[in-house]
């Protein structure tokens, strides 16, 4: 009975930890829907084209986000992580605005503004290349244009970062 209970036991732990473990599985519900299985969404956007965003806090990892597409009629489209090294090197410093980064990243963890430059730096907390925690940074001019990206690793003394 003791080793039953211990396969049910991991089995739901694996359960949990999978939640999301094929997101083409989840293709097609509708946002009560993904909702139910991923639990209140941290932030929404509607997009241009009269489709929604919402984004998803990770169950299994406090530094993971889902970004969840849905198009005109409200059903699920696209389901990937935001938040990682392959999606952040898809910014493109001179081109990107930080509206832009918002919408495609979500909700910040933080958002820091340089009193004599005007610089607007966009934190975003992630795993970096799968094993450190890590702050993506978006530095944006005056006119939130964007600038540079940097990874600044969790515990880096102030004025030392990693460039991108």
């Known amino acids: 009975m003791k080793r039953f209970m211990s396969i049910v036991?991991?089995?739901l732990v694996c359960g949990c930890a999978t939640i999301i473990a094929d997101p083409r599985l989840l293709h097609g519900l509708d946002p009560a829907e993904v909702r139910n299985r991923l639990g209140t969404p941290t932030h929404?956007?509607?997009?241009?084209?009269?489709?929604?965003?919402?984004?998803?806090?990770?169950?299994?990892?406090?530094?993971?986000?889902?970004r969840a597409d849905f198009d005109e009629k409200g059903r699920l489209t696209e389901l990937?992580?935001?938040t990682t090294s392959s999606e952040f090197a898809e910014a493109?410093?001179?081109?990107?605005?930080?509206?832009?980064i918002l919408e495609r990243f979500g909700q910040p963890d933080k958002i820091d503004t340089e009193s004599k430059t005007g610089e607007v730096s966009v934190f975003?907390?992630?795993?970096?290349?799968?094993?450190?925690?890590?702050?993506?940074?978006?530095?944006?001019?005056?006119?939130e244009v964007l600038l540079k990206t940097?990874?600044?690793?969790?515990?880096?003394?102030?004025?030392?970062r990693v460039m991108w």
């Open 150 to 160: 940097d990874v600044v690793p969790l515990g880096t003394p102030p004025g030392r």
């Open 44 to 66: 929404e956007v509607e997009l241009k084209n009269s489709t929604m965003r919402r984004f998803y806090a990770d169950p299994t990892s406090f530094v993971r986000t889902w």
């Open 124 to 143: 975003y907390l992630f795993r970096s290349y799968g094993y450190r925690d890590a702050y993506m940074v978006f530095v944006c001019d005056q006119y």
């Open 9 to 11: 036991l991991a089995s």
């Open 92 to 100: 493109v410093p001179g081109s990107w605005k930080k509206s832009e």
């Open 80 to 82: 990937v992580p935001a």
